[in-house]
């Protein structure tokens, strides 16, 4: 790849026809599909039952997931897991990926701050997106944050306002001929690092519990 921070795009590097997720998470670990491999540790792919009932898709991989080359095991992960335990979600059924699959940071002395992940970085990683959902068959998608919500529902949906409602997919997804997969369904809600941040996190917790509450009703 040239050293330019104009994003190719993953596309090359996705297998044609992949077999399986670890397929997939073998050909990503190559992946220069934009500049943010250059500095991240590794390509943090997503993990789970491919036979999930439930797809999560967050932002990017944080600190800890780029160090460890796995998605939600950094506090967000860990509050993540408590509030599926919380709505009644079995961690059995989930399969939990990231719009972004590189660690995209600025350095602050020794500290890796985490940068939101631009657009091009969105559009560049989104083949590896498209090539996990081909393979995984879903009852229900659950879109966690902005990033992620806007990656696959494009760029007016506001979470703010519409989280915790079911709603058609691939009908409601940006697009949706992405993902030919049967009708399912589909919901966003916050990012649990937005909970960690919040000044009331009593309160947001519960609200990120009540929407997976929604969720986990919608697969019964």
């Known amino acids: 790849m040239p050293m330019t921070d104009a994003p190719v795009g993953a596309q090359q590097w996705v297998p044609e026809r992949p077999r399986s997720i670890e397929e997939l998470k073998s050909a990503a670990a190559g992946c220069e599909g934009c500049e943010l491999y250059r500095d991240a ?46 709505a009644g979600i079995d961690p059995a059924e989930l399969y939990i990926t990231n719009a972004v699959k590189h660690f995209r940071f600025e350095l602050r002395g020794k500290r890796r701050i985490h940068q939101t992940p631009g657009p091009a970085h969105i559009t560049a990683c989104r083949p590896w ?14 879109l966690l944050g902005a990033t992620a919500a806007k990656a696959l529902l494009g760029p007016s949906f506001r979470v ?42 009593e309160t947001a917790y519960r609200g990120l519990v009540d929407d997976l509450k929604v969720a986990a009703a919608a697969i019964r």
């Open 41 to 86: 540790t590794q390509t943090v792919f997503g993990r789970g039952a491919e036979h999930a009932r439930i797809v999560f898709v967050g932002e990017q991989p944080g600190d800890v997931e780029d160090q460890r080359g796995l998605p939600f095991v950094g506090p967000a992960g860990r509050l993540l897991r408590e509030a599926v335990d919380d």
């Open 129 to 142: 997106v498209v090539a996990e959902f081909s393979l995984l068959k879903p009852e229900l998608v659950v």
């Open 160 to 201: 703010t306002q519409q989280r915790g409602r079911l709603m058609p997919w691939p009908a409601s997804a940006q697009h949706p001929e992405d993902f030919p997969v049967a009708e399912i369904q589909a919901m966003a809600t916050i990012h649990p690092s937005a909970v960690l941040r919040a000044d009331d996190r």
